[in-house]
């Protein structure tokens, strides 16, 4: 009888426990919890790194910060969650975090077959080597016969396969660390001659890592597209539309001079759209079409800042890793940042 | 169902029945109880399965193990079998159980040659010895492996000559941060012309010392078994590689603009990863013998040599024959843990089968699938490393007559 008992209560329980598990709405979840989760890098300067007191600083946790500040008016609303590359799927697929702002690279499986889809690209990116001054190279195509550092289970192995395939470098080794701290300890050790990952990482490395940056040069070729940006689970349009119009938000406000020093004088610009933009008129309120507050824009410019600002103070020419904005430059100056008109 | 009682009539079938209904057979009940049991189990485990399935449509995820058969991509550094980018994911696997299995069997001989000799260090009468060996054995034993690997890892590619002024020992040999390179043969039919005699040879000598066993049982007369021994070995082999010219040419390593290629290389990697699982797996060990070996009362000793035997015909046929009995299942758990422990090796680098399967996982976001594979490859080989000890124990076990 007691077997019985305890086998009928554990039936039941497991019934009651392993219910209907869908997520239902991911954004009202996140409103209900008060604040976002986001899934960031472990350590990855200009992009995700903590520093000594605990604070995250970089591109793609300015970016969660300005989605927490559109959703709750306030910045300071999102938890982070370091992943590692292999974590960082699973974690978004499982609902472990909301957001994933991870220098994740947008490609054709990861936007179909995985259970999430991207919402726009934060930063244009492209896979370059770093090799040793002393070695004379010049040339990615010198690389023949090089063993080579890469980090697995990221886009950089499949991209380092097809280019040593499609230039015939055969001789050349691929040595594959599952932790990035192993592949930069190992490239800087000497066990291998080159160490490859997106050209920003190369900058991020060469500036944190290596004991004397000027004895490592960074080779001018990059073989692939990287565009690195924010993805969410799929089957909520509502944040997807959120987390895409964060970013373009960002770039609009930009694009009409808008920066986080001066977004409360330009509130009283006599410029339609940037009124449209900051929620200035209650009667044209762009936010509650994406379910959000009148003033969701505004509260990203003055919290976290445009994308100006959120460029030149994690990865800018001032900053250590000294990249220029090339690529990631406005349509209007040169590079791809274009966004849809808010209106 | 328990003792019978005294009130309840024995029916002419045998069966204790109470008074009145089936449902109180207390076999009957018995039987349902454990029916209803299994139901609840299976249902459990079914609601479990197809809550998973419904998650994954709901979430858009693809499931399923198509993704064994699709072009892979990825650089595999350290493989037994030839693989190329151009292989698929189940190749992939393949590639690392292969080098699970390689690291896995190595591990274990040196670990057991290691540790056995350690083990004896530690009971011997000399001071020193006996005092290095336990402080090896505290050592290691106490420090986690992970952090022994990482250890070993750094100093290793640190110690090591760089790719371009490696340390050349001379034939072909060398020595760098590139691993050691050593000169390959380059196979020919003469070569395995010769294998086929030295495969013939050895079995002709086991069946030679089998013979001579026998023959010393019988008779009491004992057949050279040495000599005979190593002349059937190696004469055959040597001869007929000589009568067939001695063909032999090596791809030796040259010096390239970063490196040295070409020939066989042992990789820092895998040596780390063996060194790491054989120092720390031998602490283990050591201690499983000392056990064996102290488990052997001292009047077996002192009986056999009353019977004059000498020390080594009294360790191989008194003592050792008694310790194995104590000493084999433990050592059956310290070779799994070696096997288990290898999944380490992706901190260094080595690619064995848990490194494939997170870089599968990763590329492929089919992680339920891939931790599958790797569960039953781990099962399969750990029942297999389990089921042949199990086999030599019997063969060792007190016949009970």
Redesign the interface.
């Known amino acids: 009888?007691k077997?019985?008992a305890i086998?009928?209560a554990?039936?039941v329980a497991?019934?009651v426990a392993?219910g209907p598990?869908?997520?239902g709405k991911d954004l009202d979840n996140i409103k209900k919890r008060g604040s976002l989760v986001c899934g960031v890098n472990t350590g990855l300067a200009g992009f995700s790194i903590a520093d000594s007191q605990g604070r995250w600083t970089g591109l793609d946790v300015d970016f969660c910060r300005a989605v927490a500040a559109a959703i709750f008016g306030d910045a300071n609303k999102v938890q982070f969650k370091p992943t590692s590359?292999?974590q960082r799927?699973?974690a978004l697929?499982s609902g472990e975090i909301d957001v994933l702002s991870r220098n994740t690279t947008w490609t054709l499986?990861?936007d179909s077959?995985?259970?999430m889809v991207f919402t726009g690209v934060t930063f244009y990116d492209g896979q370059g080597f770093m090799v040793a001054k002393k070695?004379g190279v010049k040339s990615v195509k010198?690389?023949d016969?090089?063993?080579i550092c890469?980090q697995?289970?990221?886009t950089t192995?499949?991209n380092?396969?097809?280019f040593l395939?499609a230039n015939n470098m055969a001789?050349a080794?691929?040595?594959?660390?599952?932790?990035l701290e192993?592949?930069v300890?190992?490239f800087f050790?000497?066990?291998c001659?080159a160490y490859t990952t997106d050209a920003s990482g190369l900058a991020a490395t060469r500036s944190k890592d290596a004991k004397n940056p000027e004895d490592y040069v960074i080779l001018p070729e990059l073989i692939s597209k990287e565009p690195l940006g924010p993805a969410v689970?799929?089957?909520d349009e509502e944040l997807f539309a959120v987390v895409k119009w964060a970013l373009y938000a960002m770039l609009e406000a930009e694009e009409f001079g808008v920066t986080r020093a001066n977004v409360d004088d330009m509130k009283s610009s006599p410029n339609p759209g940037i009124k449209r933009l900051l929620g200035v008129d209650e009667k044209n309120d762009m936010g509650k079409l994406l379910g959000l507050n009148r003033d969701w824009a505004y509260q990203i410019v003055k919290q976290v800042g445009n994308y100006a600002d959120v460029y030149e103070r994690s990865v800018g020419p001032k900053t250590p890793l000294k990249l220029e904005r090339g690529l990631n430059a406005l349509w209007n100056k040169g590079g791809l940042m274009y966004a849809p008109p808010v209106r | 169902m328990g003792g019978i009682a005294v009130a309840e009539p024995v029916r002419a079938s045998g069966r204790t029945q109470a008074a009145g209904a089936w449902w109180n057979d207390r076999r009957f009940r018995a039987i349902l109880y454990q029916v209803l049991f299994l139901a609840a189990v299976i249902a459990f485990g079914w609601l479990l399965v197809s809550n998973t399935i419904e998650n994954l449509r709901a979430r858009g995820l693809k499931s399923g193990f198509d993704f064994l058969e699709s072009r892979s991509g990825i650089p595999i550094s350290d493989s037994v079998i030839p693989w190329s980018d151009n292989d698929t994911f189940g190749r992939a696997y393949l590639v690392g159980i292969l080098n699970t299995i390689r690291v896995g069997v190595l591990g274990i001989i040196f670990a057991t040659i290691l540790g056995t000799l350690i083990g004896i260090a530690r009971l011997s009468p000399n001071w020193l010895i006996a005092k290095l060996a336990s402080g090896y054995v505290e050592a290691i034993r106490n420090v986690p492996l992970l952090l022994q690997l990482i250890l070993i890892y750094s100093f290793v590619r640190t110690a090591l000559p760089e790719q371009l002024d490696p340390l050349v020992i001379g034939g072909g040999f060398y020595l760098s941060k590139s691993g050691l390179l050593f000169p390959l043969l380059n196979l020919l039919p003469e070569h395995y012309v010769t294998a086929g005699v030295l495969l013939a040879s050895i079995v002709a000598t086991v069946l030679y010392n089998l013979w001579a066993k026998q023959r010393h049982y019988r008779t009491g007369v004992s057949p050279p078994r040495l000599a005979p021994s190593l002349a059937l070995l190696i004469l055959p082999a040597v001869i007929v590689f000589v009568v067939l010219g001695a063909p032999a040419s090596f791809d030796v390593a040259t010096k390239e603009r970063f490196r040295f290629v070409g020939g066989g290389a042992v990789a820092p990697e895998f040596l780390t990863i063996l060194t790491g699982l054989v120092i720390y797996t031998a602490a283990f060990i050591a201690e499983i013998v000392r056990s064996g070996i102290l488990a052997v009362s001292h009047g077996q000793t002192e009986a056999a040599s009353a019977l004059g035997l000498p020390r080594g015909k009294i360790l191989r046929l008194v003592l050792l024959p008694q310790a194995l009995r104590v000493i084999i299942p433990p050592m059956t758990s310290q070779y799994l843990n070696l096997v288990k422990n290898s999944s380490l090796a992706t901190v260094v680098g080595y690619p064995e089968v848990v490194a494939i399967e997170q870089i599968t996982m990763n590329q492929t976001s089919r992680a339920l699938e891939c931790i599958l594979l790797i569960m039953i490859v781990y099962l399969t080989i750990s029942l297999s490393i389990s089921f042949a000890m199990n086999v030599y124990n019997k063969r060792l076990a007190l016949k009970e007559r």
């Open positions: 009888m077997h019985l086998a009928a554990t039936f497991a019934a392993a598990a869908l997520a590359a292999q799927f699973t697929q499986t990861r077959a995985q259970g070695l010198e690389l016969g090089a063993e890469v697995s289970g990221t192995e499949l380092l396969t097809d395939r001789k080794k691929a040595i594959v660390f599952e932790k192993e592949a300890g190992a050790a000497g066990r001659q689970r799929r089957g």
